[in-house]
């Protein structure tokens, strides 16, 4: 099966820079370092430190539209781009996971949530991708990753990878979908077929794949996360 993406090593070398990735998986923190003139674009917000040689261009490449496609999509309108050398930390603003993996050039499909940052060489575009990619990652846009290079995956709670032999169908909560290869069969329903109970399970709606396929999925759901603290959640008090 032609592989999207490589699962690389917490540290190691690749695509001309160092990297290593710490405190995985609650608190995972993404040190690169940086050749001279060696680009990186992150997401806005995403730095945590860097030297002092790093230079930090803010831009929104792609221009208006780009922005407009990007903020759709969940992400910053503005990319950030760091140029080396130095050393540049990055994290994502949950706690959780960062993953470094290697696309090989077959495009690959990301959450908005679940992208941290990406080496010279990938091409990172907001696209629409319709009601059916509102429902997988709740935006009607959708990233595409194509080219080759290193991506940093990030996930609430761990991150994890799961293959499909050819013509292995699976279902994933669309809560928990982080990546999945572009061309990649796949369709968005109901958990079970009765709507009575793929409500009451809690489990909603389920995106089925059909294999080969490489699916790369948090273990943890924010929404979810956020709908067990609002009951314990201070009450805004009347004015009445």
């Known amino acids: 099966m032609d592989n999207a993406v490589t699962m690389l090593p917490d540290h190691?070398?690749?695509?001309?820079?160092?990297?290593?990735?710490?405190?995985?998986?609650?608190?995972?923190?993404?040190?690169?370092?940086?050749?001279?003139?060696?680009?990186v674009r992150a997401e806005s917000g995403a730095m945590v430190s860097m030297g002092g040689d790093v230079t930090l261009d803010s831009s929104m490449e792609g221009g208006l539209w780009g922005a407009v496609k990007r903020t759709?999509?969940?992400?910053?309108?503005?990319?950030?781009r760091f140029s080396g050398p130095g050393e540049l930390a990055?994290?994502?603003?949950?706690?959780?996971?960062?993953?470094?993996?290697?696309l090989t050039g077959r495009p690959y499909a990301i959450a908005a949530?679940?992208?941290?940052?990406?080496?010279?060489?990938?091409?990172?575009?907001?696209?629409w991708g319709g009601a059916k990619s509102f429902f997988t990652?709740?935006?009607?846009?959708?990233?595409?990753?194509s080219g080759v290079g290193v991506v940093l995956l990030s996930a609430f709670g761990a991150l994890v990878?799961?293959?499909?032999?050819?013509?292995?169908?699976?279902?994933?909560?669309?809560?928990h979908l982080i990546a999945w290869p572009a061309d990649t069969h796949y369709t968005v329903r109901k958990a079970t077929r009765s709507l009575f109970r793929s409500l009451t399970s809690g489990a909603g709606l389920v995106a089925e794949f059909t294999g080969p396929a490489d699916l790369l999925?948090?273990?943890?759901?924010?929404?979810?996360?956020?709908?067990?603290?609002?009951?314990?959640?201070?009450?805004?008090?009347?004015?009445?």
């Open 12 to 39: 190691g070398h690749a695509h001309g820079m160092d990297y290593r990735i710490d405190f995985r998986p609650t608190a995972a923190l993404a040190t690169l370092t940086l050749p001279p003139g060696h680009v």
């Open 137 to 145: 990652s709740d935006s009607a846009f959708v990233l595409r990753a």
């Open 90 to 102: 990055l994290a994502p603003p949950a706690p959780g996971d960062v993953v470094p993996v290697e």
């Open 161 to 175: 990878h799961r293959t499909l032999a050819p013509g292995e169908r699976h279902l994933v909560d669309t809560g």
């Open 72 to 80: 759709a999509g969940g992400r910053s309108g503005f990319v950030s």
């Open 113 to 127: 949530h679940g992208y941290l940052a990406s080496s010279d060489g990938v091409e990172i575009e907001t696209g």
């Open 217 to 240: 999925l948090q273990t943890r759901d924010l929404r979810a996360l956020a709908s067990a603290l609002t009951p314990h959640l201070p009450k805004p008090e009347s004015n009445g």
